[in-house]
């Protein structure tokens, strides 16, 4: 025979006072780490080193093209998420789910080319 039974149920009140226990030791813990958390570290200012590299003459084509292949990737990604609904669904819906994909992806190009771009390079590009 056990020392200790456990009830296998609890009451109400018994869930309540569990929950307000577990946070009344939540909210403690996040108060005794805020009061011992360090000051903040003086951090040396890197203006000059951000302007060397933001308007350094390669650094606009690298990221262009970072920003192409990520997009690539997105749409290989768009490819896997089709077939794999296409595979999980039945004949009929097939169809249907490939449709729902490729309207995802022709709205996501229709919102980047009347939004997208000019959030991404404003500006005017007239010369």
């Known amino acids: 025979m056990p ?3 456990i009830p296998l149920h609890l009451t109400r009140t018994h869930r309540r006072s569990r929950a307000l226990a ?3 030791l939540l909210l403690s813990s996040l108060s ?3 009061a011992f958390a360090g ?3 003086d951090q040396p200012n890197y203006d000059l080193y951000l302007d060397r590299v933001l308007f350094d003459e390669s650094f606009f084509p690298v990221s262009a093209l970072w920003g192409v292949v990520a997009a690539g990737l ?3 990604m768009h490819l896997g998420f089709a077939t794999l609904e296409a595979g999980l669904s039945r004949a009929p819906h097939v169809v249907s ?10 709205i996501g190009l ?3 080319a009347l939004c997208g771009f000019t959030t991404m390079f ?3 590009f007239n010369g």
């Open 122 to 124: 404003p500006g005017e």
């Open 110 to 112: 229709l919102a980047y």
């Open 97 to 106: 789910a490939l449709y729902k994909n490729v309207a995802i992806i022709c």
């Open 74 to 76: 997105v749409f290989i």
């Open 22 to 24: 577990w946070t009344a």
């Open 32 to 34: 005794i780490a805020s």
């Open 3 to 5: 020392l200790v039974s």
């Open 39 to 41: 000051r903040p570290i």
